[in-house]
């Protein structure tokens, strides 16, 4: 029988010695989508009293090359906790890692609930309880994981890889936005490097929504919500600046140290 609090233990204590990242041992490593957030939920309990409540959520695997290649059918969801909202411009540590990569995303904080109702959440419905918008990177802890030999039910036990946010300065959306198709742009120590545009972020913020709510720790006012990388992930060396900047909603900046 599938144990919860075994999978969180086992993850818990390889974050704790810094292991490299490896799929849950098959014992007990969860044999369902719903197991495995279970077993997610209960490394949040493990975490909780160190790093914070949770204060907003974060969705992976949003692609199909990316869903192909870890072997699922969705995109997955993960917590941020509050100790690890950090403000822009962030120095972030990399000796705190074992390995940190970063993505760049658009943000959303919620200005209302978003309990579990009669019908699902849609993208219209979620979209009006978008109160700020703001330009983000995700903190990704993937351990130095083997990509093509992650599997996807062990990814989301762990969390999702999510190690933290950092978050530019907030703006109120426009009505008339949709908030799709924003062209974001990423330096590097001041020169361009890539550059994309966000793809249906309010699907992504419909899709968390009605997961946390069947999972019974709906999204709450005031959460904040990253949508998906809008570029490939990067890497980032000591002494390296990153900057990103949203198209009519602002930038956010991070170096590591």
Same mark, same amino acid.
């Given at each position: 029988?599938f144990?919860?609090?075994?999978?969180?233990?086992?993850?818990?204590?390889?974050?704790r010695?810094?292991?490299?990242?490896?799929?849950?041992?098959?014992?007990?490593?969860?044999?369902?989508?719903?197991?495995?957030?279970?077993?997610?939920?209960a490394?949040?309990?493990l975490?909780?009293?160190?790093?914070?409540?949770?204060?907003?959520?974060?969705?992976?695997?949003?692609?199909?090359?990316?869903?192909?290649?870890?072997?699922?059918?969705?995109p997955?969801?993960?917590?941020?906790?509050?100790?690890?909202?950090?403000?822009?411009?962030?120095r972030?540590?990399?000796?705190?890692?074992?390995?940190?990569?970063?993505?760049?995303? +658009? =943000?959303?904080?919620? /200005? @209302?609930d !978003?309990p579990? %109702?009669?019908?699902?959440? $849609?993208?219209?419905? #979620?979209?009006?309880?978008?109160s700020e918008i703001?330009?983000?990177?995700?903190?990704?802890?993937d351990?130095?994981?083997?990509?093509?030999?992650?599997?996807?039910?062990?990814?989301?036990?762990d969390?999702?890889?999510?190690?933290?946010?950092?978050?530019?300065?907030a703006?109120?959306?426009?009505?008339?936005?949709?908030?799709?198709?924003?062209?974001?742009?990423?330096?590097?120590?001041?020169?361009?490097?890539?550059?994309g545009?966000?793809?249906?972020?309010?699907?992504?913020?419909?899709?968390?929504?009605? +997961? =946390?709510?069947d999972? /019974? @720790?709906? !999204?709450?006012? %005031?959460?904040?919500?990253? $949508?998906?990388?809008? #570029?490939?992930?990067?890497?980032?060396?000591?002494?390296?600046?990153?900057?990103?900047?949203l198209?009519?909603?602002?930038?956010?900046?991070?170096?590591?140290?």
């Amino acid at each position: 029988m599938f144990s919860a609090a075994a999978a969180a233990q086992f993850l818990d204590e390889a974050h704790r010695t810094r292991a490299r990242y490896a799929n849950l041992p098959e014992p007990i490593a969860p044999q369902s989508v719903a197991e495995a957030y279970a077993a997610q939920e209960a490394l949040v309990g493990l975490w909780e009293p160190r790093l914070g409540p949770i204060a907003g959520r974060k969705i992976a695997v949003t692609t199909k090359v990316m869903q192909e290649l870890m072997g699922i059918d969705r995109p997955c969801m993960g917590a941020v906790f509050a100790s690890r909202l950090h403000g822009s411009p962030a120095r972030i540590a990399k000796a705190d890692f074992v390995n940190m990569r970063i993505e760049c995303e +658009l =943000a959303v904080r919620l /200005g @209302r609930d !978003l309990p579990k %109702g009669v019908s699902p959440h $849609t993208r219209q419905s #979620v979209r009006s309880a978008v109160s700020e918008i703001m330009a983000a990177f995700e903190l990704i802890e993937d351990r130095n994981a083997d990509y093509k030999e992650c599997a996807a039910l062990s990814l989301i036990a762990d969390n999702a890889w999510n190690g933290g946010i950092v978050l530019g300065a907030a703006r109120s959306p426009p009505a008339d936005w949709d908030l799709d198709g924003i062209r974001g742009d990423l330096s590097r120590n001041g020169k361009p490097e890539r550059s994309g545009k966000t793809d249906d972020p309010m699907g992504a913020l419909a899709f968390l929504a009605n +997961l =946390a709510a069947d999972r /019974g @720790r709906p !999204l709450g006012a %005031g959460m904040v919500v990253i $949508t998906g990388s809008i #570029v490939p992930t990067v890497d980032i060396a000591v002494g390296e600046r990153l900057e990103f900047a949203l198209e009519g909603v602002g930038d956010v900046a991070m170096a590591a140290i």
